[in-house]
Structures are given as structure tokens and as C-alpha cells.
């Protein structure tokens, strides 16, 4: 007699915890927990979490407002009088500008000089001027290791103060470059192109010798005098 085997494949029993199996089963975080709000895959069941300190009740506040300066520090008391007149500087220049201050406290220097102002400018690195010291072998590091060459290494132990007061030369620099295009007639920002030609301007000045060390020539200059009129954001 034979006899037929049938083999059939048996269910799988996956264990499901019921919202009632939860309630008949209380846990010590009970008091956290409530049966709706947060799904969890696991147990079949919504969870929702609620803190154990009541938020406090924070009264309505007024917007808070920044305002953002479009000018650089000047040693002409004419213009801060007629500020109408004076031309804004670009964002890349004043982020520039910045950036110089941060790069006199890294290197622990007292005051923010034409040589931070380089480094400034390449630190910020999307402008013209930037992109143009890079062509033409100028790189941060480079500017780096020629500033200890010239100035020395600071004292280690010594902290710049928040904001390095600006060099004469620095602040020439800067007048130079507001100058420049006050005498161009043209509409528009003072650029970081202006800025770079500002430092090329200080004969004497730490940066002008950094750069003239790095290869940086007057047909440089010229070459980017005639770029400065392009628009600078």
C-alpha cells in the first residue's frame, strides 16, 4: 500500500504585542509613554515620548536685526562726513578684509598690515585679484613663509587684541584704493582688485616686498589696474 506524503512548508508565527497586551503588562517608563504619536515597527504600536519638566512659556520676543557695514576703516575725516560720496566697498573685499584681521591674531601679530591684507585676500580666494596672484605662482603658503621671513615670528605666548589696529601703510593702502576709483568716475564698489593695488602701492610696506620677493612686478600691476573696472560682488 503506498502511502503519499504531502510536505507543506509551515506558517511562521511572528509574535505581535497588542495594544491591550501593553497595557496589561506596565513598565517603569509607563509614565513617559503614551499608546499614540510615535509608530514603532517593532512592537505593532504607537509611542509618543513626553518630557517629565513642563516647557516653560516663553513670551514673544521682537525680530532681532543686524546691520552690515559696506565700509572700511579711513584715515580722512572728509569722507566719513559725506558718506554719500564715497564709494561702497565689494562683499569679497570686506570678507577680505576680515580675513586679515583673523590671519595678524593667528600669527600673533599686534597690528593687521598690508602683508595680512595679501593673506587676507588669498585666505578669501573667489576674487579677481585672488585668482590673479594664483596665476602667477602667489599662494597663501608662499605669503605665509615671506611675512616670518620679514617680520619675524611673534612671541608665542603673546594673544592679539580682538580687532590688530591697522599699520599706516595698511590703512594708505586702503585710502589709496578708495581713491583709485573716486579718480575713475566709475559707478560701482571698491574691489579687492583695488585693495591689491592698494598694498602694490606702499613701496616700503611689508606687503609690496612680499610680493615683489614672490615675482610680483609692476607689468603685474598694470596688467591688473586695466582688470580693476570689472564688477566685484
Not at 605666548?157 to 594708505?172: I, K, M, V, W
Request: overall charge positive; proline content about 8%; hydrophobic content about 35%.
Amino acid at each position: 500500500m503506498a502511502a503519499t506524503h504531502c510536505l507543506s512548508k509551515p506558517a511562521t508565527v511572528t509574535p505581535v504585542i497588542t495594544q491591550s497586551e501593553n497595557k496589561s503588562k506596565p513598565s517603569s517608563s509607563s509614565s513617559f509613554l503614551k499608546p499614540h504619536g510615535l509608530q514603532s515597527p517593532w512592537l505593532g504600536i504607537k509611542l509618543s515620548l513626553r518630557s517629565s519638566k513642563p516647557r516653560p512659556h516663553l513670551p514673544n520676543h521682537r525680530p532681532i536685526t543686524a546691520t552690515v557695514s559696506f565700509s572700511l576703516p579711513t584715515a580722512k575725516p572728509d569722507r566719513v562726513a559725506s558718506t554719500e560720496k564715497v564709494p561702497k566697498w565689494s562683499r569679497r573685499a570686506i570678507k577680505s578684509f576680515v580675513m586679515a584681521e583673523l590671519e595678524a591674531r593667528k600669527l600673533k601679530y599686534p597690528t593687521t598690515g598690508t602683508e595680512a591684507f595679501l593673506m587676507g585676500i588669498l585666505i578669501e580666494g573667489t576674487s579677481l585679484a585672488a585668482k590673479f596672484l594664483r596665476a602667477n605662482g602667489i599662494t597663501l603658503f608662499k605669503v605665509r613663509e615671506e611675512t616670518v621671513k620679514v617680520l619675524g615670528k611673534a612671541d608665542m605666548y603673546y594673544f592679539s587684541p580682538e580687532h590688530p589696529p591697522l599699520t599706516e601703510a595698511a590703512q594708505r593702502a586702503l585710502d589709496w584704493a578708495v581713491d583709485q576709483k573716486l579718480k575713475s568716475g566709475d559707478d560701482g564698489e571698491v574691489t579687492t582688485t583695488h585693495l591689491l593695488l592698494g598694498i602694490w602701492s606702499e613701496v616700503e610696506s611689508p606687503g609690496h616686498k612680499i610680493m615683489t620677493a614672490l615675482g610680483f612686478i609692476d607689468e603685474k600691476a598694470k596688467e591688473l589696474a586695466s582688470l580693476s573696472s570689472e564688477p566685484e560682488s
